[in-house]
């Protein structure tokens, strides 16, 4: 199976920017598609973005086009979140996660379609 680790959460004012890094260990980076997820308090987990094993294809969610990007490095096992104008209801602890594709295209975007996940890492945004 493949270990997650998040990194690049932090506490910033609206309209900064955040880089968010999530580092893959343990199996071929590659064979995995990737996603983004984030749950505020009290609300339920919610995909953020996600991207095929070869980045020809990504998703994002409508309250994010525009201002996220998501991107991978496949010969760094890492996948990347940057975050551009953050508003105060980006808040939430961020959460990367994998999950095995056959097809080098496929997309994923809901998180119950996730097998492997991160530990998290806290955004704040203050208004």
């Known amino acids: 199976q493949v270990q997650l680790v998040e990194s690049g959460g932090g506490v910033v004012q609206a309209g900064d920017s955040l880089r968010l890094s999530c580092a893959a260990s343990g199996r071929t980076f590659s064979d995995y598609a990737m996603g983004w997820f984030r749950q505020a308090p009290g609300r339920e987990r919610e995909t953020v973005a996600a991207?095929?094993?070869?980045?020809?294809?990504?998703y994002y969610a409508d309250s994010v086009k525009g201002r996220f990007t998501i991107s991978r490095d496949n010969a760094k096992n890492t996948v990347y979140l940057q975050m551009n104008n953050l508003e105060p209801e980006d808040s939430a602890v961020y959460y990367c996660a994998a999950r095995n594709a056959w097809a080098i295209e496929s997309l994923y975007s809901a998180p119950s379609l996730y097998a492997y996940w991160g530990q998290g890492t806290q955004v704040t945004v203050s208004s």
């Open positions: 991207i095929s094993r070869s980045a020809g294809r990504t």
